[in-house]
Every structure is written in C-alpha cells, then in structure tokens.
C-alpha cells in the first residue's frame, strides 16, 4: 500500500468513527436475491461501515497485514480465549481431583450418585446453552464472559460448603448453567477474530489448554495431596483454589476482552478496518447482533446440524467417561493415588500434542480436515478396544492405550471448526453451536453412567461404550465431509464457479449483510483455504 493511499485509509477510518460516511458509502451492489432481510438488519450488522471504507477503496490486506494483524490478535486476544477454556476445564473437572481425596465420602452419596454429580452439570449446560450464546450475540462480549466467568467462580468457590447430595447437585446444576458460555463461545469468538485460514490452528490452540489444564490440575492435586496438618479437608482445598483464580481471570476480561475487532484498541483505526476486511474473505460476516427466525429454519432443515449434533452426542460418550473418572480409571489399573494423579497429566500431554498436530496439519495443508478429524477417530477406536479386550495384568500396555483415547479431543474440537468456517448468519452459526452443544450435554450426561461400580476395576461397559461412540463419530465426520464436497460440486455446476476477484467480493459483502450460506450464491464450503 502506497503512502498516498495509507493517508486516504487513515482519513476515511477516522471519519466513520465520526459517522461522517454516507448511506451510499456504506452498502454496495449485491443482487436482490442476496439481500435478503440487508434493509432491517443493517444496524445490527458488526464491522459493515469498515468494509464499506475497505471496499470503497478498493483495499485487499496483503500478506504481510495479514502477519502483523494476526500477531497482534495473537498477543491480546488468544491467551485470554485459552485462560477461558482451561480454567472453565479446571472448575468442572475439580470433582475428578475431589474424588481422589474422599469428596464421595464425606458427601455421604454412593458411585451411582457421585456420578450424577457429573451429569447434572450438563444438564445445566443444556438450559443455559441457547441463552449464553444469546447474551454474547446482542451484548459486548468481554462483560458477557467477566460477569458470566465471576458468577461460576463464586459457585466453585462455595462447593465445599456444601454437604450432602442434593446441595451439590444444585450447585452443580448452576455451575454447568454458567460454563455453557465458554467452548460454545469461543466457537463463535474465534471467526469474528481470525481469517478463515487462522481459525483451525487458533481454535484447535485454545481447545488444548482442556489438556493444559488436565495438566495443571493433575500437579494442584498431587501438591494438595502433600499438605500437611489441613485445617480442612484436603477435596475442598482443589475447588477453593480453582475458584480463586476464576475470580482473577474474571477482572481481567471485564477490562481487556473488545466485543469485535472494530472496538479493540490495541488495533490502529487502520488496521480495525484490515481486520475486518480480512474476516470478511471467509463470506460468513463478523458479527450480527440481530435475532432472525428464517435462520433458524434455514438450520433446522441443514444436514450439516444433524451430523454434527450426532458426532457430538457419540463424541461425549466416551468425554463424559474419561474427563470425571480417569484417575480412578487408572487407579484401578493397580497405581496408587499420587501416580494416577502425575499419569493423568500424561494423557492431558498427548492430549495437546495430538490437537496442536492437528491444528497444524489443518492449516497447513488443503482439504485435510476431515481425513485428520478421521485419523484422531480411528486412533481413539483402537484404544478403546485394547482398553476392553486387553488382559488386567497389561496395566502399562492399558495405561497407553487410555492415553491415547485423549486423540478423541481432535475430531471434536475440528467439528467446532467446521461451524466457525462454513455456517454463515450469526443467528444460524449460533444455533448450530446449540445444537452441536446439545448432543455434547447429552452424550455428557449419558457417559458416567456407563461406568458400574460392580466392574471395577476394569469397567468393561465403559469402555465398549466408548468403543461404539468412537465409531459412530467417525461415520458422522466421514459424511459431513462427504455431504460438504457434493454441494460444492453441485453448486459449481448450477452456479458456475467463484473464480473472479469480483465474485470474491460480492460473497464478501453477501456475508458482511448476514446472508446464510444457503443464500450466498458465490459462498463454497472449505476445509482451509
């Protein structure tokens, strides 16, 4: 970009945050059909004004835009989207780490029970699913998840006061309530964040810090094992510290965490402009803050809402299982209590390594998506059934192929991918994640209750179930793949394909006017571009 041409940016940034533009200079020419619903939901169109100046003249982010823009997102706006997802991990799974140091006991409450203490919290999930993910559409993001985020902080924190089943189901309950705003969100922040060649590596980047977290967990719990003369007990020691630092993390979004890329200040008025733009390319828009009935319909009859709500339901089987009882799982392969907590950090590392792998291979090359989402499924397969068919006295060879179940995280965290790069209208993209999320609350909710405490220590019904669940996931990606290419293939050959810079931008500003991808006549599905 030329110094004259810089000036003329710079000028005309400076103006629409004076409101100085024009209603010309704000919509362009895009056909009839493709305006569908543009005139009443202009306003609510996030980032609109910028990509008028941005197409006005006539700018195309290069490479080297591209580089230091995301930089700059990397450096604000993704660690706070990995702290979300890992203390969220942590708060939820402290009850595995409170199992270990007697929290069934004192809670007087039976297995059956304790993992009803699993389940509820997805099913509090369930309710506030939907309704989070609609607080974030039509308010500013970082107050949404800081108000959101010291609530359930708050609700950790009191866990130890509770004593007896039906006070911790409650506060269960609400704790899933809250936290149901975090992976579905993140889901929907990182496309109003990243470029759509950014969004696997950023998005499969903060899916792993579940693993960080495993991580950390797993050490917060071996150094509480260690404190000696406890004033209380030791299970209530793992939610008072976990709570605490949700409440730290909790101020930090409420001052730093903009609600787009057009509100961050760590961006120069230019590059807000750039940022948008470069969004934009994917033909799926920003944000809108608009509530659109049609929208729903459009994904109600969408075969893409129903494979993935029945890979998410298969997926979390076998998630509902690992994520609550795996230091008891390895216990059980004969490890005293300290061990499963260090081994359980192991699968959290293979768990990341697996992601970030993933991530990479994603971005890095075309049209690999599902073919890796594929692989981390078959891997999980094999695990599963040498966890089942493998003998009790291989508890080594069991151990691995337990960690190697942490692979399922990969198919999972690319299916949220999928929904960030290929759904356009925010209305839509958002109750697509609902649905997705529904099938992950259910298939949570269903997981524990596999695990009968009359099979201990092996718990056979356990892990055939994760077995099944692995296999119907991998059938459900496999035909999301399939069902994406036919409709690319089938929308090439009525349409024509999207070949010219001028088709390119008219997708763009479909997608910036909140079009569906049913309605965008040049958008194609991808898997990275």
């Given at each position: 970009m030329s110094t004259g041409e810089k000036r003329s940016l710079e000028k005309m940034a400076l103006s629409s945050e004076n409101g100085s533009l024009g209603p010309e200079d704000k919509v362009g020419d895009v056909e009839k059909v493709s305006l569908r619903d543009a005139a009443s939901s202009e306003e609510g169109n996030v980032g609109l004004h910028e990509f008028a100046i941005a197409k006005q003249s006539g700018l195309r982010v290069t490479p080297e835009q591209n580089r230091r823009i995301a930089?700059?997102?990397?450096?604000?706006?993704?660690?706070?989207?990995?702290?979300?997802?890992?203390?969220?991990?942590?708060?939820?799974?402290?009850?595995?780490?409170?199992?270990?140091?007697?929290?069934?006991?004192?809670?007087?409450?039976?297995?059956?029970?304790?993992?009803?203490?699993?389940?509820?919290?997805?099913?509090?999930?369930?309710?506030?699913?939907?309704?989070?993910?609609?607080?974030?559409?039509?308010?500013?993001?970082?107050?949404?998840?800081?108000?959101?985020?010291?609530?359930?902080?708050?609700?950790?924190?009191?866990?130890?006061?509770?004593?007896?089943?039906?006070?911790?189901?409650?506060?269960?309950?609400?704790?899933?309530?809250?936290?149901?705003?975090?992976?579905?969100?993140?889901?929907?922040?990182?496309?109003?964040?990243?470029?759509?060649?950014?969004?696997?590596?950023?998005?499969?980047?903060?899916?792993?810090?579940?693993?960080?977290?495993?991580?950390?967990?797993?050490?917060?719990?071996?150094?509480?094992?260690?404190?000696?003369?406890?004033?209380?007990?030791?299970?209530?020691?793992?939610?008072?510290?976990?709570?605490a630092m949700s409440v730290i993390f909790a101020v930090i979004l409420w001052f730093f965490f903009p609600d787009s890329p057009v509100d961050a200040r760590f961006l120069t008025p230019e590059e807000r402009i750039l940022a948008v733009k470069r969004v934009a390319e994917a033909k799926l828009g920003v944000k809108n803050t608009q509530f659109k009935w049609y929208q729903i319909k459009h994904a109600l009859i969408d075969p893409k809402t129903w494979l993935l709500f029945i890979a998410s339901i298969a997926a979390q089987i076998p998630n509902g299982i690992v994520s609550n009882f795996s230091t008891i799982i390895i216990k059980g392969m004969g490890f005293t209590t300290l061990q499963s907590t260090l081994l359980d950090a192991a699968s959290s590392g293979v768990q990341i390594a697996s992601l970030l792998a993933a991530g990479w291979i994603s971005m890095r090359f075309k049209n690999m998506r599902v073919i890796t989402m594929a692989a981390g499924n078959i891997t999980c397969i094999v695990a599963a059934a040498c966890?089942?068919?493998?003998?009790?006295?291989?508890?080594?060879?069991?151990?691995?192929?337990?960690?190697?179940?942490?692979?399922?995280?990969?198919?999972?965290?690319?299916?949220?991918?999928?929904?960030?790069?290929?759904?356009?209208?925010?209305?839509?993209?958002?109750?697509?994640?609902?649905?997705?999320?529904?099938?992950?609350c259910v298939g949570n909710v269903i997981g524990p209750h596999f695990l009968i405490d009359s099979e201990a220590p092996k718990y056979v019904t356990g892990t055939k179930a994760m077995f099944i669940g692995y296999v119907i996931k991998t059938v459900a990606h496999l035909a999301?793949?399939?069902?994406?290419?036919?409709?690319?293939?089938?929308?090439?050959?009525?349409?024509?394909?999207?070949?010219s810079y001028e088709d390119q931008l008219k997708g763009e500003e479909a997608g910036m006017h909140d079009l569906t991808e049913f309605e965008n006549k040049y958008h194609r599905y991808v898997d990275t571009e």
């Open positions: 930089r700059k997102i990397d450096l604000f706006i993704l660690p706070m989207l990995c702290m979300a997802q890992g203390l969220s991990y942590l708060d939820k799974t402290a009850l595995n780490y409170g199992n270990l140091y007697g929290m069934k006991s004192a809670l007087h409450v039976s297995g059956d029970q304790f993992s009803w203490f699993a389940s509820i919290f997805y099913l509090g999930y369930l309710v506030g699913n939907y309704p989070d993910s609609w607080l974030l559409q039509h308010y500013p993001t970082g107050k949404v998840l800081a108000i959101t985020t010291f609530i359930w902080a708050i609700i950790v924190i009191t866990t130890p006061a509770c004593t007896n089943f039906a006070g911790t189901m409650a506060n269960r309950f609400f704790l899933g309530l809250l936290e149901a705003i975090v992976t579905p969100g993140m889901t929907l922040l990182t496309s109003i964040w990243y470029a759509q060649s950014e969004v696997p590596f950023r998005s499969l980047i903060w899916y792993s810090f579940n693993g960080w977290a495993g991580i950390f967990g797993g050490f917060v719990a071996y150094g509480v094992g260690h404190i000696e003369n406890p004033e209380i007990a030791l299970w209530k020691y793992i939610f008072l510290i976990l709570g966890l089942t068919y493998l003998p009790d006295d291989q508890k080594w060879n069991r151990l691995v192929a337990y960690w190697f179940t942490s692979f399922q995280s990969v198919g999972f965290a690319l299916s949220l991918v999928m929904i960030s790069n290929n759904i356009g209208g925010f209305t839509k993209k958002t109750f697509t994640t609902a649905v997705t999320f529904i099938g992950y999301l793949g399939i069902y994406m290419l036919w409709s690319n293939i089938k929308r090439d050959r009525e349409l024509g394909k999207v070949a």
